[in-house]
């Protein structure tokens, strides 16, 4: 069959396709395009653009705030994986050795996520408030009150402890779901030999989801290298620039300073950064299918 032949056997499937391929290219890859483009002019709407080559590049670079949102951005990221990671891979676990109440407790753990945001966000401010339940308690057992929202070394610890309680249960559910597929053939032959739960958890269910827990890692690395919305939501950055990440500084380029040429460079930076995680991303899909 010749390729006018097959264009015409298949003319309806692509008709069908148009619109989606329209939308993508006109809501994604223009707006990259357009990125890489504004990157190198100082942009005016008004009087028209102006071709600076790579002096908005050097001018970010050697901006102190893009540095500091670096490194906020990267210690968000390491925040997130020593207090987030591990909790949905441990729930998702406890909740495969139920016997009873499976339904319901997986149910429990997901609602939150389905909390909007704007409740969230006030739900989280009252919790910590200085008079608020966290701090009564805590006062109630004899320590100082902490001021999770003004003092620099409580601020982002706070945002990610807020987003792990919301976000844990979608994750979870995905683990589980993977430790559900694991032959339970394996687990009575482990019981049989004597096998406890930490050695069925360490030799039969660590193992096969493995590939599973360094893809997730891979895509929660890309998550929350994009991370603002809380970071802008609760604290705009503060207090004291300690909650400034990458992808708030570049909201903060192009609508408070009015300068889409070095907002456009910083979100190419970090394209080419997440470009490469994507890459990687891929390879091990790759071999997991594979």
Same mark, same amino acid.
């Given at each position: 069959?010749?390729?006018?032949?097959?264009?015409?056997?298949?003319?309806?499937?692509?008709?069908?396709?148009?619109?989606?391929?329209?939308?993508?290219?006109?809501?994604?890859?223009?707006?990259?395009?357009?990125?890489?483009?504004?990157?190198?002019?100082?942009?005016?709407?008004?009087?028209?653009?102006?071709?600076?080559?790579?002096?908005?590049?050097?001018?970010?670079?050697?901006?102190?705030?893009?540095?500091?949102?670096?490194?906020?951005?990267?210690?968000?990221?390491?925040?997130?994986?020593?207090?987030?990671?591990?909790?949905?891979?441990?729930?998702?676990?406890?909740?495969?050795?139920?016997?009873?109440?499976?339904?319901?407790?997986?149910?429990?753990?997901?609602?939150?996520?389905?909390?909007?945001?704007?409740?969230?966000?006030?739900?989280?401010?009252?919790?910590?408030?200085?008079? @608020? #339940?966290? &701090? !009564? *308690?805590?006062?109630? =057992?004899?320590?100082?009150?902490?001021?999770?929202? %003004?003092?620099?070394?409580?601020?982002?610890?706070?945002?990610?402890?807020?987003?792990?309680?919301?976000?844990?249960?979608?994750?979870?559910?995905?683990?589980?779901?993977?430790?559900?597929?694991?032959?339970?053939?394996?687990?009575?032959?482990?019981?049989?030999?004597?096998?406890?739960?930490?050695?069925?958890?360490?030799?039969?269910?660590?193992?096969?989801?493995?590939?599973?827990?360094?893809?997730?890692?891979?895509?929660?690395?890309?998550?929350?290298?994009?991370?603002?919305?809380?970071?802008?939501?609760?604290?705009?950055? @503060? #207090?004291? &620039? !300690? *909650?400034?990440?990458? =992808?708030?500084?570049?909201?903060?380029?192009?609508? %408070?300073?009015?300068?889409?040429?070095?907002?456009?460079?910083?979100?190419?930076?970090?394209?080419?950064?997440?470009?490469?995680?994507?890459?990687?991303?891929?390879?091990?899909?790759?071999?997991?299918?594979?």
């Amino acid at each position: 069959m010749g390729t006018s032949a097959r264009f015409k056997k298949h003319i309806w499937g692509y008709l069908f396709i148009v619109p989606a391929a329209v939308i993508f290219i006109l809501f994604l890859w223009m707006p990259i395009v357009k990125g890489f483009v504004y990157s190198f002019y100082q942009v005016d709407f008004v009087k028209g653009n102006t071709f600076v080559g790579l002096d908005n590049f050097r001018t970010v670079l050697h901006d102190q705030d893009v540095w500091t949102a670096v490194k906020n951005t990267l210690y968000y990221m390491l925040l997130c994986l020593l207090i987030g990671f591990w909790v949905p891979i441990v729930f998702s676990i406890a909740i495969s050795e139920l016997k009873r109440f499976q339904g319901f407790v997986r149910v429990a753990a997901y609602l939150p996520n389905v909390i909007p945001v704007v409740v969230l966000y006030g739900l989280w401010r009252w919790m910590y408030d200085p008079v @608020g #339940p966290i &701090n !009564a *308690t805590i006062a109630q =057992a004899g320590f100082e009150p902490i001021s999770f929202m %003004t003092d620099t070394k409580w601020s982002m610890i706070s945002l990610v402890f807020m987003e792990t309680w919301q976000q844990f249960g979608a994750a979870m559910l995905i683990y589980l779901a993977a430790v559900l597929s694991i032959p339970r053939d394996l687990y009575e032959a482990a019981e049989i030999d004597g096998a406890g739960v930490w050695n069925r958890i360490r030799h039969i269910t660590l193992p096969f989801i493995r590939n599973l827990v360094i893809l997730l890692l891979i895509l929660q690395l890309i998550a929350t290298s994009q991370g603002f919305q809380s970071q802008f939501a609760m604290l705009d950055g @503060g #207090p004291n &620039n !300690a *909650t400034l990440t990458y =992808a708030l500084l570049i909201v903060k380029y192009a609508f %408070t300073r009015l300068d889409y040429g070095a907002a456009s460079a910083l979100g190419v930076l970090m394209f080419l950064v997440l470009g490469g995680l994507a890459v990687l991303q891929h390879r091990l899909s790759s071999r997991e299918v594979n």
